[in-house]
């Protein structure tokens, strides 16, 4: 019997042993920083990118006819739109450099990981070290592809933003096909005129309002060119 209980204590201690070690592996494995890592590094292996993107806003107070840009993209951190006039191409998802900027600035929490949730993400909740800072934002990277399919930034008294990425493969390569952006404001923006040859990027007709605002920017991407190589030139114009 002595040794009977013995060898259970040892069964015990050996399988107490591997839950922990299980337990400590998956926490490291799903440590937001490293979630990022992978996010930064899958988009490190495009040296550069040009695409053409057509732009269309749906804002009250805000006239923008549907505009088409170039924009482009140059390891490490160089970002560059050409356009006449006036037009809105978010960032989010295009900059390996907004991976560092995260993790450096602010504090990350792992909300869930792609077995507790339906969008197959991890999702990461992300608070700024800087107090006067009162932006929160959430993260949704995708577990198979590492890219950033969708964030929320919201912010006291002045509202929320959802940002929703679709992608496409590009030699290899995810980059995004279409990106949607809901904003959902406390507070209109001032009403903007349509730019014109005497206005290029419209002007402003008045103060903010203190009607909420709600409305959408959607951002359409074709013809990429991907690792073919962009001069320095073009972000220096």
Same mark, same amino acid.
């Given at each position: 019997?002595?040794?009977?209980?013995?060898?259970?204590?040892?069964?015990?201690?050996?399988?107490?042993?591997c839950?922990? !070690?299980?337990?400590?592996?998956?926490?490291?494995?799903?440590?937001?920083?490293? @979630?990022? $890592?992978?996010? *930064? +590094?899958?988009? =490190?292996?495009?040296?550069?990118?040009?695409?053409?993107?057509?732009?269309?806003?749906?804002?009250?107070?805000?006239?923008?006819?549907?505009?088409?840009?170039?924009?482009?993209?140059?390891?490490?951190?160089?970002?560059?739109?050409?356009?006449?006039?006036?037009?809105?191409?978010p960032?989010?998802?295009?900059?390996?450099?907004?991976?560092?900027?995260?993790?450096?600035?602010?504090?990350?929490? !792992?909300?869930?990981?792609?077995?507790?949730?339906?969008?197959?993400?991890?999702? @990461?909740? $992300?608070?700024? *070290? +800087?107090?006067? =800072?009162?932006?929160?934002?959430?993260?949704?990277?995708?577990?198979?592809?590492?890219?950033?399919?969708?964030?929320?930034?919201?912010?006291?008294d002045?509202?929320?933003?959802?940002?929703?990425?679709?992608?496409?493969?590009?030699?290899?390569?995810?980059?995004?096909?279409?990106t949607?952006?809901?904003?959902?404001?406390?507070?209109s923006?001032?009403?903007?005129?349509?730019p014109?040859?005497?206005?290029?990027?419209?002007?402003?007709?008045?103060?903010?309002?203190?009607?909420?605002?709600?409305?959408?920017? *959607?951002?359409?991407?074709?013809?990429?060119?991907?690792?073919?190589?962009?001069?320095?030139?073009?972000?220096?114009?």
């Amino acid at each position: 019997m002595r040794y009977l209980y013995r060898g259970k204590r040892i069964l015990q201690t050996f399988l107490f042993f591997c839950a922990t !070690l299980v337990a400590a592996l998956a926490e490291s494995q799903y440590r937001p920083d490293d @979630i990022l $890592i992978n996010v *930064r +590094d899958r988009m =490190n292996s495009v040296r550069d990118y040009s695409a053409e993107v057509n732009v269309s806003v749906d804002i009250p107070r805000l006239r923008m006819p549907v505009k088409k840009v170039h924009i482009y993209f140059k390891q490490p951190d160089k970002f560059a739109v050409k356009t006449s006039g006036f037009a809105i191409v978010p960032k989010i998802g295009l900059l390996p450099a907004q991976m560092a900027s995260i993790s450096k600035n602010a504090e990350m929490f !792992l909300r869930s990981t792609p077995e507790d949730n339906s969008d197959n993400a991890y999702i @990461i909740d $992300i608070h700024p *070290r +800087d107090l006067n =800072n009162k932006m929160t934002s959430t993260v949704w990277v995708n577990a198979h592809r590492w890219t950033i399919d969708k964030v929320l930034m919201e912010a006291p008294d002045v509202g929320k933003t959802v940002v929703k990425i679709h992608y496409q493969n590009i030699d290899g390569v995810w980059l995004p096909d279409t990106t949607t952006v809901f904003l959902d404001m406390m507070h209109s923006i001032p009403e903007m005129q349509r730019p014109s040859v005497e206005f290029p990027v419209g002007y402003s007709g008045g103060a903010s309002s203190d009607e909420p605002l709600k409305g959408t920017i *959607r951002i359409r991407f074709d013809n990429y060119r991907v690792n073919q190589g962009i001069g320095d030139d073009v972000f220096n114009e």
